[in-house]
C-alpha cells in the first residue's frame, strides 16, 4: 500500500515537472517565433523596397469583404492603413485588431498588421484622407428593387470625399474598387468629386478604377493570386502607381480606359452565371437520360481547344452551318419530351435570330439601294450554305426590293464544280443569279458593302471602298485601325 502511494507521488511529480518544462518550452518556442515573424516582417520590407513598390498610407472606404481583405493584403506589403466605416461597430472591431468578417487567414493578417502598427480605423472620412495619399472605396453597390444599380453609398463616400480634398494641397488618389456600370465613375463618381472639391480631376485629384475578383471564402488566396490585375485609368503614371500596389503578383498587369475596367467586371460575372446555369441544365437533361453529367462534363472540359478557350467568344456574326443550329434544336425538343424546362438552352435560337434580324434591320436603316455582300457562306474557307445566316440577310433584302450583288470565291467555285452545285441551283437560284465573279465588281458601284465571313480577300475592303460606299461589317474583319467613317461594326 506505503509503495503504491509512494509510486503515485514520483508520477504526479514527474507529470508537474514536465509540464513546466513543456511551459518553458513553448514560451521560448512563442518568443522564437515572435522573432522570427519580426524578421520576416524586415524582410518583406525590404523585398518590396526591392521589388521598386512605394510603400503609402492609405485610406480604405467600407469595412466589408472587399476592404477587410483588401487592408490586410496591404498591411502584409507594409503599407499603412486606416479602414472607414460608417458602422461604429467594424471601426471599434477593427481598432480591437478583431476582424469584422468571417474569411479564411484573415483574423490573423490583420492580428499581424495590428502588432505591427499598420492598420487602424475610423469613421472620420476627413481626417482619413488627410492622413493618407490614397484612398480605396469598397463600398457596396446593391441592387434596386428593380434591378437597377444603388450608387448611394458611393454618391456617399463621394460627397465626404469632395469635402475633404477641398483643403488638400496634395493631389489624392481614388481607386474605386465597388463594381459599377460602365460610365458610373465618368457620369457620378467624379462631377460629385469636383462639384464638392471645387477642383478638377487630372489636374487636383486623380480617380481610378480597379475592379475585385475576388471570391468569398477563398478571398485571400484569390488576391494573392488574382486572374488579372485590371486598372482603368486616364493617366499612365496613376496607373501605374495604383499597379506597383500589386508588383509580385502573378497573372497579367492590364492598364486600361476606366470605361472598359468597369465593363470587364460585369463581363466576367456574367459569364461565369452563363456557365453555372448552362451547365445545370446539361446536368438535368444527363440526369434524366440516365448519365452522370460530372462524368460529361468532365470530358468536356478536356477540351482546351474549342471548348475551355478563347474560341468564339469575339463578338460578331450570328451562328449558322449544318451543326449548330440543328444540334440545339435536337437538345431543346429532348428537353421538351422529358417535361425539362431549360430556359438558357431555350434562348440561344432566339438570340441568334434576333442578330439576324438586327443586321436587317440595320442594313434598311441605312437609306440605300444597291447592296453588295462580300461572303456569304456561314464561314470563310467553306462552300457550305446551309443554315447560313446570310442567307436569311440576302432573302429578306430581296423580299424588300433592295438591287443586291453577292460575292464568294467559294461559294462561285461550288457552282461550277462543287459539291454543293446541286444546293445552290435547288434551292437558292434566286440568290446564284445573283452572283458576281469578283469583289472588285462590289466595290465597284456598290451603296453598302456587307462583311460576310472573314475571308482574307476582304481585307482591302476597308481600305478600298470609297468615302460614300458603307461598309457594313459583320465579322470584324481584321485590323480594322484604317477604318473611317464611312465603316460600321454589327457590335463594336
Ligand atoms: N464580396 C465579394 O466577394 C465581392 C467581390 C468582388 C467585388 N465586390 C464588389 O465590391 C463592393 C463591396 O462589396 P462587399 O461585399 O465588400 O460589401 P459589404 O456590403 O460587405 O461592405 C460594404 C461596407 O461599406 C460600408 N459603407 C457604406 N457606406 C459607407 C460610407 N459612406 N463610408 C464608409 N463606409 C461605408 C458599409 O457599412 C459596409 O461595411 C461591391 O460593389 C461589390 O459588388 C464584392
Same mark, same amino acid.
Given at each position: 500500500?506505503? #509503495?503504491?502511494?509512494?509510486?503515485?507521488?514520483?508520477?504526479?511529480?514527474?507529470?508537474?515537472?514536465?509540464?513546466?518544462?513543456?511551459?518553458?518550452?513553448?514560451?521560448?518556442?512563442?518568443?522564437?517565433?515572435?522573432?522570427?515573424?519580426?524578421?520576416?516582417?524586415? &524582410?518583406?520590407?525590404? /523585398? +518590396?523596397?526591392? #521589388?521598386?513598390?512605394?510603400? %503609402?498610407?492609405?485610406?480604405?472606404?467600407?469595412?466589408? +469583404?472587399?476592404?477587410?481583405?483588401?487592408?490586410?493584403? #496591404?498591411? =502584409?506589403?507594409?503599407?499603412? %492603413? !486606416?479602414?472607414?466605416?460608417?458602422?461604429?461597430?467594424?471601426?471599434?472591431?477593427?481598432?480591437?485588431?478583431?476582424?469584422?468578417?468571417?474569411?479564411?487567414?484573415?483574423?490573423?493578417?490583420?492580428?499581424?498588421?495590428?502588432?505591427?502598427?499598420?492598420? $487602424?480605423?475610423?469613421?472620420?472620412?476627413?481626417?482619413?484622407?488627410?492622413?493618407?495619399?490614397?484612398?480605396?472605396?469598397? !463600398?457596396?453597390?446593391? $441592387?434596386?428593387?428593380?434591378?437597377?444599380?444603388?450608387?448611394?453609398?458611393?454618391? =456617399?463616400?463621394?460627397?465626404?470625399?469632395?469635402?475633404?480634398?477641398?483643403?488638400?494641397?496634395?493631389?489624392?488618389?481614388?481607386?474605386?474598387?465597388?463594381?459599377?456600370?460602365?460610365?458610373?465613375?465618368?457620369?457620378?463618381?467624379?462631377?460629385? &468629386?469636383?462639384?464638392?472639391?471645387?477642383?478638377?480631376?487630372?489636374?487636383? /485629384? /486623380?480617380?481610378?478604377?480597379?475592379?475585385?475578383?475576388?471570391?468569398?471564402?477563398?478571398?485571400?488566396?484569390?488576391? *494573392?493570386?488574382?486572374?488579372?490585375?485590371?486598372?482603368?485609368?486616364?493617366?499612365?503614371?496613376?496607373?501605374?502607381?495604383?499597379? =506597383?500596389?500589386?508588383?509580385?503578383?502573378?497573372?497579367?498587369?492590364?492598364?486600361?480606359?476606366?470605361?472598359?475596367?468597369?465593363?470587364?467586371?460585369? %463581363?466576367?460575372?456574367?459569364?461565369?452565371?452563363?456557365?453555372?446555369?448552362?451547365?445545370?441544365?446539361?446536368?438535368?437533361?444527363?440526369?434524366?437520360?440516365?448519365?452522370? $453529367?460530372?462524368?460529361?462534363?468532365?470530358? /468536356?472540359?478536356?477540351?482546351?481547344?474549342?471548348?475551355?478557350?478563347?474560341? *468564339?467568344?469575339?463578338?460578331?456574326?450570328?451562328?449558322?452551318?449544318?451543326?449548330?443550329?440543328?444540334?440545339?434544336?435536337?437538345?431543346? +425538343?429532348?428537353?421538351?419530351? &422529358?417535361?425539362?424546362?431549360?430556359? #438558357?438552352?431555350?434562348?440561344?435560337?432566339?438570340?441568334?435570330?434576333?442578330?439576324?434580324?438586327?443586321?436587317?434591320?440595320?442594313?434598311?436603316?441605312?437609306?440605300?439601294?444597291?447592296?453588295?455582300?462580300?461572303?456569304?457562306?456561314?464561314?470563310?474557307?467553306?462552300?457550305?450554305?446551309?443554315?447560313?445566316?446570310?442567307?436569311?440577310?440576302?432573302?429578306?433584302?430581296?423580299?424588300?426590293?433592295?438591287?443586291?450583288?453577292?460575292?464568294?470565291?467559294?461559294? =462561285?467555285?461550288?457552282?461550277?464544280?462543287?459539291?454543293?452545285?446541286?444546293?445552290?441551283?435547288?434551292?437558292?437560284?434566286?440568290?446564284?443569279?445573283?452572283? !458576281?465573279?469578283?469583289?472588285?465588281?462590289? &466595290?465597284?458601284?456598290?451603296? !453598302?458593302?456587307?462583311?460576310?465571313?472573314?475571308?482574307?480577300?476582304?481585307?482591302?475592303?476597308?481600305?478600298?471602298?470609297?468615302?460614300?460606299?458603307?461598309?457594313?461589317?459583320?465579322?470584324?474583319?481584321?485590323?480594322?485601325?484604317?477604318?473611317?467613317?464611312?465603316?460600321?461594326?454589327?457590335?463594336?
Amino acid at each position: 500500500m506505503k #509503495l503504491n502511494i509512494n509510486l503515485n507521488k514520483d508520477k504526479i511529480k514527474d507529470k508537474i515537472k514536465n509540464k513546466i518544462k513543456n511551459k518553458i518550452r513553448n514560451k521560448n518556442k512563442d518568443k522564437l517565433k515572435i522573432k522570427i515573424n519580426k524578421i520576416k516582417d524586415k &524582410l518583406n520590407w525590404i /523585398f +518590396y523596397i526591392f #521589388l521598386g513598390v512605394f510603400l %503609402v498610407n492609405i485610406s480604405i472606404f467600407g469595412l466589408g +469583404y472587399v476592404g477587410v481583405v483588401t487592408s490586410a493584403y #496591404l498591411t =502584409s506589403r507594409q503599407h499603412k %492603413v !486606416v479602414g472607414v466605416d460608417v458602422n461604429a461597430l467594424k471601426v471599434s472591431m477593427l481598432n480591437d485588431g478583431i476582424c469584422p468578417i468571417v474569411e479564411k487567414d484573415v483574423p490573423e493578417l490583420l492580428k499581424k498588421a495590428k502588432e505591427n502598427n499598420l492598420i $487602424s480605423a475610423t469613421s472620420d472620412s476627413k481626417e482619413a484622407i488627410f492622413n493618407t495619399e490614397l484612398s480605396i472605396i469598397c !463600398v457596396g453597390t446593391p $441592387s434596386m428593387p428593380n434591378g437597377s444599380l444603388d450608387t448611394k453609398y458611393i454618391k =456617399s463616400v463621394c460627397e465626404e470625399a469632395g469635402k475633404s480634398i477641398k483643403e488638400k494641397s496634395d493631389k489624392h488618389i481614388f481607386v474605386f474598387r465597388s463594381t459599377m456600370l460602365p460610365g458610373t465613375m465618368r457620369n457620378t463618381v467624379i462631377p460629385i &468629386l469636383e462639384k464638392y472639391s471645387g477642383k478638377k480631376q487630372n489636374v487636383d /485629384f /486623380f480617380v481610378v478604377f480597379n475592379p475585385e475578383f475576388l471570391r468569398e471564402s477563398t478571398a485571400v488566396y484569390d488576391f *494573392y493570386n488574382p486572374p488579372k490585375t485590371v486598372v482603368g485609368s486616364d493617366s499612365m503614371e496613376v496607373a501605374n502607381k495604383v499597379i =506597383s500596389l500589386y508588383e509580385g503578383l502573378p497573372g497579367p498587369m492590364i492598364k486600361t480606359k476606366i470605361e472598359v475596367a468597369e465593363m470587364v467586371k460585369y %463581363v466576367d460575372n456574367n459569364f461565369h452565371a452563363l456557365k453555372i446555369t448552362f451547365t445545370n441544365e446539361i446536368g438535368h437533361i444527363c440526369k434524366n437520360i440516365g448519365l452522370d $453529367s460530372h462524368e460529361v462534363m468532365d470530358i /468536356f472540359m478536356q477540351d482546351t481547344k474549342l471548348n475551355i478557350s478563347t474560341y *468564339y467568344l469575339k463578338p460578331g456574326f450570328a451562328f449558322g452551318g449544318s451543326c449548330l443550329p440543328k444540334d440545339l434544336r435536337a437538345i431543346n +425538343y429532348l428537353a421538351k419530351t &422529358l417535361d425539362l424546362n431549360v430556359p #438558357l438552352l431555350n434562348s440561344l435560337i432566339y438570340s441568334n435570330n434576333n442578330q439576324i434580324s438586327y443586321a436587317i434591320r440595320k442594313v434598311i436603316s441605312f437609306k440605300k439601294n444597291k447592296i453588295g455582300i462580300a461572303g456569304f457562306s456561314f464561314k470563310e474557307g467553306t462552300d457550305d450554305l446551309r443554315e447560313s445566316p446570310l442567307i436569311e440577310v440576302i432573302e429578306a433584302l430581296i423580299g424588300k426590293g433592295y438591287d443586291l450583288k453577292l460575292y464568294d470565291r467559294n461559294v =462561285s467555285l461550288a457552282k461550277l464544280v462543287g459539291a454543293n452545285k446541286e444546293y445552290i441551283e435547288t434551292h437558292i437560284p434566286h440568290i446564284s443569279a445573283l452572283m !458576281v465573279d469578283s469583289l472588285d465588281e462590289l &466595290l465597284e458601284d456598290r451603296d !453598302v458593302i456587307i462583311i460576310g465571313n472573314k475571308d482574307p480577300e476582304f481585307n482591302r475592303i476597308i481600305n478600298e471602298a470609297r468615302d460614300d460606299q458603307k461598309i457594313f461589317d459583320l465579322v470584324r474583319m481584321g485590323d480594322i485601325s484604317n477604318a473611317r467613317g464611312n465603316y460600321e461594326g454589327i457590335c463594336w
